[in-house]
Antibody, heavy 112, light 112 residues
Framework: EVQLVESGGGLVKPGSSLKLSCVASGFTFSSYGMHWIRQAPKKGLEWIALIYYDSSNKYYADSVKGRFTISRDNSKNTLYLEMNSLRSEDTAMYYC?????WGQGVMVTVSS | DVVMTQTPPSLSVAIGQSVSISCKSSQSLVASDKNTYLNWLLQSPGRSPKRLIYQVSKLDSGVPDRFSGSGSEKDFTLKISRVEAEDLGVYYCLQGTHLPQTFGGGTKLELK
């Protein structure tokens, strides 16, 4: 059974940093590109980042480019999202996933 | 960025009724490999998103054949025949042809 479990969220102040993790199981993690998407409270879904299976390419939404970094460790079946210079508008539920599979999400709240 | 326009924003349906949701893109979604990367996802209340359809019309494993996708180029449709209670939630189209990937604004399917 495919499982994706996010962690690392929480309440932080504007301007601070946070690193999310997503542990994958049930499939060959190292063979698939992986995404992060997010959903602000009461809003729709927003795609934010993609990393190729071998980390050779990384792509970002304009809203996070230069502040967020996607990475992965295939030896640990883990996807990461390093978030710097956080803003109130980054407050959202963050989901990792690929294809038909998405995690349960982790909440990030940016507030003073 | 490719803009995905979904209509209607909400639908009120009776169980057993059939419904259609439209998704129009600002650019053709035909990729250089001739595939069209248009997905449909469902987010049930309080749940993470789940992909139902990929490449316009291919159903993910376990998705009932009451769901069907159609369309080409810039104009796509999700049809649900004989709506069941488990189908309620918010439907999103997602284009994966161009980067950044982009979601439609969502269509909320509610019970009449």
């Amino acid at each position: 059974e495919v499982q994706l479990v996010e962690s690392g969220g929480g309440l932080v102040k504007p301007g601070s940093s946070l690193k999310l993790s997503c542990v994958a199981s049930g499939f060959t993690f190292s063979s698939y590109g992986m995404h992060w998407i997010r959903q602000a409270p009461k809003k729709g879904l927003e795609w934010i980042a993609l990393i190729y299976y071998d980390s050779s390419n990384k792509y970002y939404a304009d809203s996070v480019k230069g502040r967020f970094t996607i990475s992965r460790d295939n030896s640990k079946n883990t996807l990461y999202l390093e978030m710097n210079s956080l803003r109130s508008e980054d407050t959202a539920m963050y989901y990792c996933g690929m294809g038909p599979y998405w995690g349960q999400g982790v909440m990030v709240t940016v507030s003073s | 960025d490719v803009v995905m326009t979904q209509t209607p924003p909400s639908l009120s349906v009776a169980i057993g009724q059939s419904v259609s949701i439209s998704c129009k893109s600002s650019q053709s979604l035909v990729a250089s490999d001739k595939n069209t990367y248009l997905n449909w996802l469902l987010q049930s209340p309080g749940r993470s998103p789940k992909r139902l359809i990929y490449q316009v019309s291919k159903l993910d494993s376990g998705v009932p054949d009451r769901f069907s996708g159609s369309g080409s180029e810039k104009d796509f449709t999700l049809k649900i025949s004989r709506v069941e209670a488990e189908d309620l939630g918010v439907y999103y189209c997602l284009q994966g042809t161009h980067l950044p990937q982009t979601f439609g604004g969502g269509t909320k399917l509610e019970l009449k």
